[in-house]
């Protein structure tokens, strides 16, 4: 059976109800994403190396200067006759990267086929984010992804890399906005409407909000 058929009178009853639940469900979700910016971090003591064709980079160097990194773990293996659907889905999603930049928040690609072969994929799909290969270090395994896919978040701060955030599966199906992304970090969205650490940077809501080519060159 189908949906019910109501008068415009019940369904706007039927409407307020189910509003009254979709409004609780994103006070819950603000609350869990203070939570979250309240987690513990990991220092990272290990020397990871990236390498794209451009050459060999270091940790601090995917950064791109930004304090916050977002890595998303593509599942591209080496000669891969059938590149993950999935990873390539959300991908596709993901939006214009100049937003999280404004937050000071870079997003980055890694996966464990060869440079040249990720280079060759992302012409092919037409992406512009940074990709890079990490086929030669335990990156992956290390932080929770091995043999799959997953999402991982570090802060830059005072001359050290830390490890904030880890989701996979579901967790990572839900996301691709720069509002949902920006939720993962330890900064949020930077707004002064969110319940943060003391000490985050943070500016009225709504007011940094650009067109993708009006934000200022920096980030």
């Keep these: ?10 369904w706007q ?4 109800k189910l509003l009254a639940k979709e409004k609780a469900h994103t006070r819950a979700s603000d609350s869990l994403a203070a939570e ?12 990871y190396f990236f390498e794209n064709v451009d050459g060999r980079h270091s940790f601090e160097e995917v950064f791109g200067g930004r304090r ?3 890595v998303y773990h593509h599942m591209l293996k080496p000669a891969d006759p059938a590149p993950c659907s999935g990873c390539s889905m959300f991908v596709d999603n993901l939006g214009h990267p100049v937003h999280l930049n404004a937050r000071d928040t870079s997003l980055a690609l ?3 086929a060869p440079a040249e072969e990720i280079e060759a994929f992302r012409k092919r799909m037409g992406w512009t984010l940074p990709w890079y290969s990490v086929m030669s270090s335990t990156f992956n395994a290390d932080h929770g992804v091995e043999g799959g896919f997953g999402l991982n978040v570090f802060l830059r701060e005072g001359g050290s890399i830390y490890h904030t955030y880890h989701t996979s599966g579901r967790g990572v199906e839900t996301l691709g906005t720069s509002w949902t992304l920006l939720d993962l970090t330890p900064y949020g969205r ?4 969110e319940a943060s650490p003391e ?10 909000w650009r067109l993708h080519d009006e934000y200022p060159s920096k980030p």
Excluded at 13 to 16: G, H, I, Q, V, Y
Excluded at 199 to 208: D, L, M, N, V
């Design 36 to 47: 979250r910016r309240r987690l513990p971090r990991v220092r990272i003591e290990r020397d």
């Design 190 to 193: 930077q707004e002064t409407w």
């Design 68 to 70: 916050q990194l977002i």
């Design 1 to 10: 059976m189908g949906q019910q058929t109501v008068s415009r009178g019940e």
């Design 13 to 16: 009853k039927a409407r307020e």
């Design 110 to 112: 890694v996966s464990r």
């Design 199 to 208: 000490g985050t940077p943070q500016t009225e809501p709504y007011q940094w």
